[in-house]
């Protein structure tokens, strides 16, 4: 895949990029492993400085890197600021919190004193430069939800972006080095995929995360654990979003909407399928559908737009895909299922939803990445659970249910990462965010995310100390 902007609303070509060759590549290998030996002995204090100067800078930047992201990806221009304004917030919310959260701990000496220590101290220190190897869905977002916490430890980063945003992955690079951090500190690296393997495999990275694709997350696990070093992988997700009789209907079905589509139906962890009790189930559907119809689809630089077009064409032939092989196989187009005539050019998509789902059709296990939502008529909240686990994903989900009864057999059973009750799922930074199952191992954001690049030292002091 070319390293190239390309306009999604558009098909066109706007600016390409070369890739880095070998010699340029070890040239920032060499300055991240150099910045990381000074980093890494700097003071909270001057991080913390560091990085509020950065979501400060950040702040100035929110209409221009908000149209860059969108001329990169497509999403709605009033999504792209509120993607920017988020990752200012989060970058304050480690700054504030870092020291806190990789403060020393102490255990109580009565309790280790049996190992001949007269006391011992658990610290946690920077493991080195991490490679994050980042997708196009949320461009600023998801590099920020790793290198805010990672910097903060003292770590450096070395990102190599999806190839079609290169100017955001170039944007965040420069916003570092505006705010003060060292050269080194935050690079990016225009490469292909195919550079990764050798340069996971070098002495000088310490770590790896990765936000993307199973197959994608598969190949970095693979090499990192032939290197045996650390990794983070967030990967694909089939979110369910449960509906139980006692929920507020209206508002669940207003949420759902939102939940579906958000960055143009392109999320990991967008509601994908609605499961839906059969006492509620007409009434929902009715409301969820109509909602979903009138949904503005168009230019995602006009504030109007509710639904921009998928990221590429390929995404929106993999859509297309299995949406026709549900229909071919029994289920039933409710609104949407085709492209919209009124927009030819760009990859644009209905927003679409499908009832009538079985276990045969594609769209029952896949990840549908773009604006089409499944229905299911469930029994009862067994029916839910049972469905809701039939997926080899579990990132998040969805439940909306005031029933303490439900809540309680919900949280427990339900395999993902996380359960929302009667609210969207959504990332904050003092949450742990990250999945079950092929959706990945480890976590993102809140005081396990920023741990997870540090190692865990244990001091242990004899008698006469």
Known sequence: MAIATVNPATGETLKTFDALNA???????????????????????????????????????????????????????????????????????????????????????????????????????????????????????????????????????????????????????????????????FQTLLIGSGAVEDILRDPRIAAATLTGSEPAGRAVASVAGDEVKKTVLELGGSDPFIVLPSADLDKAARVAVTARVQNNGQSCIAAKRFLVHDDIYDAFARRFTDRMAALTVGDPMDEGTDVGPLASEQGRSDLEELVDDAVHKGATALCGGRRPAQHPAGWFYEPTVLSDITPGMRIHYEEAFGPVATLYRVADVD???????????????????????????????????????????????????????????????????????????????????
């Open 23 to 185: 010699g340029e590549i070890e040239d920032h290998l060499v300055r991240a492993d150099q910045a990381f030996q000074e980093h890494r002995r700097t003071s909270f204090a001057h991080r913390r400085a560091l990085l509020h100067k950065a979501a400060e800078l950040l702040d100035g930047d929110q209409d221009d890197i908000a149209r860059t992201m969108t001329t990169e990806m497509g999403k709605p221009l009033a999504q792209a600021r509120a993607e920017a304004a988020k990752c200012a917030k989060t970058m304050r919310w480690y700054a504030d919190h870092a020291e806190e959260l990789l403060a020393d701990e102490h255990p109580d000496p009565a309790d280790v004193r049996d190992s001949g220590a007269a006391r011992a101290v658990v610290r946690y220190r920077p493991l080195g430069t991490v490679l994050a190897v980042m997708p196009w869905n949320f461009p600023l977002w998801q590099v920020v939800r790793f290198a805010a916490p990672a910097l903060m430890a003292g770590n450096t980063g070395l990102l190599k972006h999806a190839s079609n945003v290169p100017q955001t992955a170039l944007y965040l690079e420069e916003l570092f080095r505006r705010a003060g951090y060292p050269e080194g500190c």
């Open 383 to 465: 029916e839910a659970v049972r469905i809701a686990n039939d997926t080899p994903f579990g990132l998040s989900s969805n439940a909306w249910t005031r029933d303490p009864d439900e809540q309680a057999r919900l949280a427990r059973d339900v395999q993902a990462g996380g359960v929302f009750f009667n609210g969207m799922t959504a990332s904050h930074p003092g949450l742990p965010f990250g999945g079950a199952k092929r959706s990945g191992y480890g976590r993102e954001l809140s005081g396990h995310g920023i741990r997870e690049f540090c190692n865990m030292t244990t001091l242990w002091y004899g008698p006469e100390d």
